[in-house]
């Protein structure tokens, strides 16, 4: 695992360059291979402008601006495209000091993102904030491990979403770290914390019997790996998961070289993937499925955000 100094310094291509990865070799039915591209971010903390040009090591990187003009670019390229966020939207700027997260929403609304999961500090201004910050957003936010019961985002939540790609269906939900101790429990008010790998499980089953979903996808905010053993992270979470094929992961500010892929109770594989902080990289993750909807990650993508100053 790189150091964010070496991880950018060894993967900066500029304004939004690329770095591939060819992972997987492609059965030659051409005809009937089908693709997804999966764009995500994690904890972007209110970073709406790029880091300023003062010679430290993110300087020139990020913003909003420069990540639309990004997406907007991909999606012109390809057709079936889905751009999530695990969570930690707020907090870190003067932005959210001022205006409490309206700004963000707006922002991603206007980028058109298709689903996002919560973060810790995303409670930060309490979750009657959140709540009505959520009249700008045009998209859904994702938990199966929070009952919002008897509070501000009862009605406000979805536990998962299907997005149809193509002939694709596509399952996303999401997963949320434990708050006690973590955030102030006049923060929450009444959020019950439900067991993630349980929860998770459970939808994803749902999502691969019943709806007959093509790919399952967790957005999580519970970090990628800890020191502790047995506190939960994605790297349990993706080895105790069953029907789950990909884990987007946010909270402990991981620059992941490449994804990690990990075998699940049913011996199949997980990928694991995450990006850093302060939206100075936008994950990519470039899907073919086949005439069976067999899948195969055929690209993975490092793609830098803004303009890297002039040391």
């Given at each position: 695992?790189?150091?964010?100094?070496?991880?950018?310094?060894?993967?900066?291509?500029i304004t939004g360059?690329?770095?591939?990865?060819?992972?997987?070799t492609?059965?030659?039915?051409?005809?009937?291979?089908?693709?997804?591209?999966?764009?995500h971010?994690?904890?972007?903390?209110?970073?709406?402008?790029?880091?300023?040009?003062?010679g430290?090591?993110?300087?020139?990187l990020?913003?909003?601006?420069?990540?639309?003009?990004?997406?907007?670019?991909?999606?012109?390229?390809?057709?079936?495209?889905?751009?999530?966020?695990?969570?930690?939207?707020?907090?870190?700027?003067?932005?959210?000091?001022f205006?409490?997260?309206?700004?963000?929403?707006?922002?991603?609304?206007?980028?058109?993102?298709?689903?996002?999961?919560?973060g810790?500090?995303?409670?930060?201004?309490?979750?009657?904030?959140y709540?009505?910050?959520?009249?700008?957003?045009?998209?859904?936010?994702?938990?199966?491990?929070?009952?919002?019961?008897?509070?501000?985002?009862?009605h406000?939540y979805l536990?998962?979403?299907?997005?149809?790609?193509?002939k694709?269906?596509?399952g996303?939900?999401g997963?949320?770290i434990?708050?006690?101790?973590?955030?102030?429990?006049?923060?929450?008010?009444?959020t019950?914390?439900?067991?993630?790998?349980?929860?998770?499980?459970s939808?994803?089953?749902?999502?691969?019997?019943?709806e007959?979903c093509?790919?399952?996808?967790?957005?999580?905010?519970?970090?990628?790996?800890?020191?502790?053993q047995?506190?939960?992270?994605?790297?349990?979470?993706?080895?105790?998961?069953?029907?789950?094929?990909l884990?987007?992961?946010g909270?402990?500010?991981?620059?992941m070289?490449?994804p990690?892929?990990?075998?699940?109770?049913?011996?199949?594989?997980v990928?694991?993937?995450?990006?850093?902080w302060?939206?100075?990289i936008?994950?990519r993750l470039?899907?073919?499925?086949?005439?069976?909807?067999?899948?195969?990650?055929?690209d993975?993508?490092?793609?830098?955000?803004?303009?890297?100053?002039?040391?």
């Amino acid at each position: 695992m790189f150091n964010r100094r070496q991880f950018i310094r060894q993967s900066l291509l500029i304004t939004g360059g690329i770095i591939a990865s060819p992972c997987i070799t492609v059965a030659d039915d051409s005809e009937s291979l089908q693709t997804l591209t999966v764009l995500h971010t994690n904890d972007v903390h209110s970073r709406l402008e790029p880091f300023p040009m003062d010679g430290t090591r993110n300087a020139g990187l990020g913003g909003v601006v420069a990540r639309a003009a990004l997406i907007n670019s991909i999606r012109e390229e390809e057709a079936q495209v889905l751009l999530l966020d695990a969570g930690d939207i707020f907090q870190g700027t003067p932005y959210f000091n001022f205006y409490k997260g309206e700004p963000e929403i707006k922002a991603m609304s206007k980028m058109n993102y298709d689903a996002v999961t919560m973060g810790n500090h995303d409670f930060d201004a309490g979750i009657e904030n959140y709540s009505a910050q959520l009249q700008y957003a045009n998209f859904p936010v994702l938990l199966c491990n929070y009952d919002f019961s008897n509070t501000a985002l009862e009605h406000r939540y979805l536990p998962y979403k299907i997005f149809r790609k193509g002939k694709l269906k596509v399952g996303v939900t999401g997963v949320g770290i434990a708050l006690q101790g973590l955030v102030s429990e006049t923060l929450y008010g009444n959020t019950r914390y439900l067991d993630p790998i349980e929860q998770l499980n459970s939808v994803a089953a749902m999502l691969k019997k019943k709806e007959g979903c093509d790919m399952i996808i967790c957005l999580s905010h519970l970090g990628y790996r800890y020191k502790e053993q047995n506190k939960i992270c994605d790297e349990i979470l993706a080895k105790e998961s069953e029907y789950v094929d990909l884990i987007i992961g946010g909270h402990t500010h991981t620059f992941m070289e490449q994804p990690v892929t990990y075998k699940n109770k049913l011996g199949a594989d997980v990928i694991v993937n995450q990006v850093g902080w302060g939206g100075v990289i936008l994950g990519r993750l470039d899907f073919v499925f086949g005439k069976k909807k067999s899948k195969n990650l055929v690209d993975t993508h490092t793609v830098v955000i803004g303009e890297k100053s002039k040391e």
